[in-house]
């Protein structure tokens, strides 16, 4: 396997820190709004970097993060140190508070995150659950020499890590411009660069929504109250869930500079050891030639694409054409294409089962090889799907083909072999009612198959048996 690491700004032969496992972490969602499909683009690159290990037989552990406190909106313009939290603007927007807020994107999320047909992370944690973690690692750098305190904040002083820009390859002096040009400005800090760790309860923060006592103190505030900063919440949970060192650490592009730089320094900083041993980064979808943009309305979610008749696993389908170090530009033609493309796949699989009798042979040796080099070629999903449709033109037979392609969608996750004629729309417990009654047609087990069509008649959908097919309709 050879993954392009930032780090190096080449592609590296992928060493794991132990042998057939990998750890990796993914930076996840601010769970304040529903999440676009770009965000959602970012999670399905990082499910097809895990499923492109575990077809290697690497046993892989993913953490991604819910990120529900301390993020805020200065860091659009690159300075995360400025501006309002995220949750507590979104607190206000729906007049609830902001865990309520948390919970219902967190949920929407998730179920975005299924209907794309990824993986579950191993561990999920949510930010607010880990504050103690975090207070642990910035009292770590505060006794180190890293860190100080002013009164409005706790800062990790940047000229303290000699190798602070090694990810970005900056100069300091650039460093410094991404840094931003907040509204807020603390006279106590003693760089531009410096960053928060952990703000009180002060000054533009002293309404803050979320906040949590410290062992920290300033003389503005009782018990060192505020709420950590947002680069901690990786360091801190990284550290907890894959140890001080990892294979791989992933992210969208816009990390590099600010949020991943600061993660690197905290952690390395408080462990003396490497953080991750690759740096991975997602390069970003836009939309019609642009930026995606709310106030355009062009983030689009998921529910935006279903309503108007696509399904997650067409999106899927699309965002497999490109290579995820490669930008992506999303219309909706492009979209109908990656449609008609995917259906035209699972017709030829219906194709394929009748023809083969729905036997599944045996796994083509020759084009397995083809596809495990593409995916080894630093997660090369458009052309591995490229041997997908070179499987199906193929002359190897029928059976055959039906096992490569189901064998390779362990990787491109398009449910191939779930897929049934009937599927689209229809509620999954009808899906799994027709399962079971075509398993009782090919045992010729009549009376269980009539059985379970009177109970999907009772769900109110009709089963009509067209050339060996079930075929379904709401009555
Ligand atoms: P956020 O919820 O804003 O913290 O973003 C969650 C993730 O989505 C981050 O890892 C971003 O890098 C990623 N992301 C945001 N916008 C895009 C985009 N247009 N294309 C791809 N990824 C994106
Ligand atoms: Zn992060």
Same mark, same amino acid.
């Given at each position: 396997?050879?993954?392009?690491?930032?780090?190096?700004?080449?592609?590296?032969?992928?060493?794991?820190?132990?042998?057939?496992?990998?750890?990796?972490?993914?930076?996840?969602?601010?769970?304040?709004?529903?999440?676009?499909?770009?965000?959602?683009?970012?999670?399905?690159?990082?499910?097809?970097?895990?499923? !492109?290990?575990?077809?290697? @037989?690497?046993?892989?552990?993913?953490?991604?993060?819910?990120?529900?406190?301390?993020?805020?909106?200065?860091?659009?313009?690159?300075?995360?140190?400025?501006?309002?939290?995220?949750?507590?603007?979104?607190?206000?927007?729906?007049?609830?508070?902001?865990?309520?807020?948390?919970?219902?994107?967190?949920?929407?999320?998730?179920?975005?995150?299924?209907?794309?047909?990824?993986?579950?992370?191993?561990?999920?944690?949510?930010?607010?659950?880990?504050?103690?973690?975090?207070?642990?690692?910035?009292?770590?750098?505060?006794?180190?020499?890293?860190?100080?305190? +002013?009164?409005?904040?706790?800062?990790? &002083?940047?000229?303290?890590?000699?190798?602070?820009?090694?990810? !970005?390859?900056? #100069?300091?002096?650039?460093?410094?411009? &991404?840094?931003?040009?907040?509204?807020?400005?603390?006279?106590?800090?003693?760089?531009?660069? #410096?960053?928060?760790?952990? %703000?009180?309860?002060?000054?533009?923060?002293? @309404?803050?929504?979320?906040?949590?006592?410290?062992?920290?103190?300033?003389?503005?505030?009782?018990?060192?109250?505020?709420?950590?900063? =947002?680069?901690?919440?990786?360091?801190?949970?990284?550290?907890?869930?894959?140890?001080?060192?990892?294979?791989?650490?992933?992210?969208?592009?816009?990390?590099?500079?600010?949020?991943?730089?600061?993660?690197?320094?905290? !952690?390395?900083?408080? +462990?003396?050891?490497?953080?991750?041993?690759?740096?991975?980064?997602?390069?970003?979808?836009?939309?019609?030639?642009?930026?995606?943009?709310?106030?355009?309305?062009?983030?689009?979610?998921?529910?935006?694409?279903?309503?108007?008749? %696509?399904?997650?696993?067409?999106?899927?389908?699309? %965002?497999?054409?490109?290579?995820?170090?490669?930008?992506? @530009?999303?219309?909706?033609?492009?979209? +109908?294409?990656?449609?008609?493309?995917?259906?035209?796949?699972?017709?030829?699989?219906?194709q394929l089962r009748n023809t083969s009798e729905n036997t599944i042979g045996?796994?083509?040796?020759?084009?397995?090889?083809?596809?495990?080099?593409?995916?080894?070629? /630093?997660?090369?999903?458009?052309?591995?799907?490229?041997?997908?449709?070179?499987?199906?033109?193929?002359?190897?037979c029928d059976s /055959?083909?039906l096992?490569?392609?189901? #064998?390779? #969608?362990?990787?491109?996750?398009?449910?191939? !072999?779930?897929?049934?004629?009937?599927?689209?729309?229809?509620?999954?417990?009808?899906?799994?009612?027709?399962?079971?009654?075509?398993?009782?047609?090919n045992?010729?087990? =009549?009376?269980?198959?009539?059985?379970?069509? /009177?109970?999907?008649?009772?769900?109110?959908?009709?089963?009509? &048996?067209? /050339?060996g097919?079930?075929?379904?309709?709401?009555?």
């Amino acid at each position: 396997m050879k993954l392009y690491n930032t780090l190096t700004k080449q592609k590296e032969e992928f060493v794991p820190i132990q042998p057939n496992k990998v750890s990796m972490y993914h930076c996840g969602p601010t769970v304040y709004w529903t999440q676009h499909i770009g965000n959602m683009r970012a999670v399905v690159m990082a499910d097809l970097i895990k499923r !492109s290990f575990h077809y290697l @037989n690497y046993d892989v552990t993913l953490v991604r993060n819910y990120t529900d406190v301390g993020h805020l909106t200065g860091d659009n313009e690159g300075d995360a140190d400025t501006g309002e939290d995220r949750m507590a603007k979104a607190a206000q927007r729906e007049s609830v508070d902001p865990m309520t807020i948390a919970k219902k994107y967190t949920d929407i999320y998730e179920s975005d995150r299924e209907s794309l047909n990824t993986l579950k992370p191993e561990h999920c944690p949510a930010a607010t659950n880990h504050i103690q973690e975090m207070v642990d690692m910035v009292q770590i750098l505060i006794d180190k020499g890293f860190a100080y305190s +002013t009164d409005l904040a706790i800062y990790f &002083d940047v000229t303290k890590k000699s190798d602070y820009t090694k990810l !970005s390859g900056q #100069d300091i002096a650039e460093q410094i411009s &991404d840094a931003g040009h907040g509204s807020v400005s603390d006279p106590g800090k003693r760089n531009p660069q #410096d960053f928060s760790l952990w %703000f009180f309860k002060v000054g533009s923060h002293s @309404n803050a929504l979320q906040t949590w006592e410290s062992p920290f103190t300033s003389p503005l505030v009782k018990h060192g109250e505020g709420f950590p900063g =947002w680069h901690i919440e990786c360091s801190a949970m990284s550290q907890k869930y894959l140890g001080d060192s990892f294979d791989i650490h992933m992210g969208g592009i816009e990390h590099i500079p600010i949020h991943h730089t600061n993660e690197i320094a905290q !952690s390395e900083s408080a +462990t003396g050891k490497t953080m991750s041993t690759y740096w991975v980064h997602n390069e970003h979808l836009s939309v019609n030639g642009g930026k995606m943009s709310k106030s355009e309305g062009t983030s689009y979610t998921i529910s935006d694409l279903e309503e108007k008749g %696509f399904s997650a696993l067409d999106l899927r389908y699309f %965002f497999l054409q490109a290579h995820y170090r490669s930008k992506q @530009n999303f219309t909706w033609e492009s979209l +109908t294409a990656s449609q008609t493309a995917l259906n035209k796949i699972y017709k030829e699989i219906i194709q394929l089962r009748n023809t083969s009798e729905n036997t599944i042979g045996k796994i083509n040796a020759e084009l397995k090889e083809v596809f495990i080099e593409k995916i080894s070629d /630093d997660i090369n999903l458009p052309q591995a799907l490229a041997v997908l449709h070179k499987v199906l033109k193929s002359d190897i037979c029928d059976s /055959d083909k039906l096992a490569t392609i189901y #064998d390779f #969608d362990h990787v491109l996750g398009l449910k191939l !072999s779930e897929y049934t004629e009937t599927k689209i729309n229809i509620p999954d417990e009808i899906i799994k009612l027709l399962k079971f009654r075509a398993e009782a047609r090919n045992n010729k087990d =009549w009376e269980t198959s009539d059985q379970i069509r /009177d109970e999907i008649i009772g769900l109110g959908y009709q089963v009509l &048996d067209v /050339d060996g097919e079930q075929k379904i309709k709401p009555m």
